[in-house]
């Protein structure tokens, strides 16, 4: 179903279960604001639809025969300008969301989330924001800490403005959305970002909302 005058996210979705992907699919576009334009069933057809389509979001399996998601990812990220990439996933595969983070995947969802997480996540993906299934997140702070994710003097030199980018950050709201409930310019908000990832020591948004999540309230 297409909307009237809404302009759908496009997405690609990879994975070895066709059945699967049949099924995201349908859930996916039910509503018109999302729209499948590619699938792939391995890295390397990751690739390639990538490159062909230009998709706004792709969501990536970590487990597939050949190429893995893994290093499919890597290669999409080297990209100039690539797609919003996010680990579709099991709870059995901690060791692999983990090295997705590092890679700087910006979404990890479970595949049995809810329909309609999965679209608010696909949608907030396209608008920048960072998505984190919470059930993801209560598994992987433990590892994050060995890795030394954990509350640092760097977070303690965050000023209140700082503070309140992080929160909503962390919440997988995208710089629009914070600049408005803060009453701030886009340019602006991106301006703080890039100084809380310098202030906390990590690589991106998704890096920083664990940090967050992991402090919980200051």
Known sequence: MRLPGVVPVRLVL????ALLRRGLKVLLEADGRVEVVAEAADGAGLLEVVRRFRPDVALVDVQMPG???????????AWPDPPALAVLTTFDLDDYVATALELGAQGFLLKDAEP?????AVLDLAAGGAVLDPRITARLLPKMRAARLRRSPQLDGLSARERQVLELLAGGRPNSAIAASLGLSEATVKS???????????????????VAHQVGTW
Do not use: F, I, P
């Open 67 to 77: 190429m893995d998601g893994l290093s499919a990812l890597r290669a999409v990220l």
């Open 14 to 17: 990879a994975d070895d279960e």
């Open 116 to 120: 309609d997480a999965l679209v608010r």
């Open 192 to 210: 703080y970002v890039s100084t809380v990832l310098t202030k906390l020591g990590v690589e991106n948004r998704v890096q920083a909302a664990l």
